[in-house]
């Protein structure tokens, strides 16, 4: 079974700092872009960033500057490093993976997400 597990979410005041990990496990062939999407009450998911498997990354605006992102191929982890934390961060981030596993062709798999709160 592939899963993808986050962590590292939780609350923080304006202004700090939290840094999101996800690791994809299971009978994994190849991960190509990894990235986080987040969704805010009322709010359509959207994407924050993502990263190819050679390190080329895609970042939503409001966070140009304030988040990045990287991951590990030989883990199959992804980060999310956020800094200067606005209450507009507040949401629930998934982590997505587009993953070939055995058996399948390669497809998106998420997370179970993980909230993350900016108290202002």
């Known amino acids: 079974q592939v899963q993808l597990v986050e962590s590292g979410g939780g609350l923080v005041q304006a202004g700090g700092s939290l840094r999101l990990s996800c690791a994809a496990s299971g009978r994994i062939l190849s991960v190509n872009a990894m990235g986080w999407y987040r969704q805010a009450p009322g709010n359509e998911r959207e994407l924050v960033a993502d990263?190819?498997?050679?390190?080329?990354?895609n970042y939503l605006d409001s966070v140009k500057g304030r988040f990045t992102i990287s991951r590990d191929n030989g883990k199959n982890t992804v980060y999310l490093q956020m800094n200067s934390l606005e209450s507009e961060d507040t949401a629930v981030y998934y982590c997505?993976?587009?993953?070939?596993?055995?058996?399948?062709?390669?497809?998106?798999?998420w997370g179970q997400g993980t909230q993350v709160t900016v108290s202002s």
């Open positions: 990263i190819t498997s050679g390190g080329s990354t």
């Open positions: 997505n993976a587009n993953m070939r596993v055995f058996g399948s062709l390669p497809r998106d798999y």
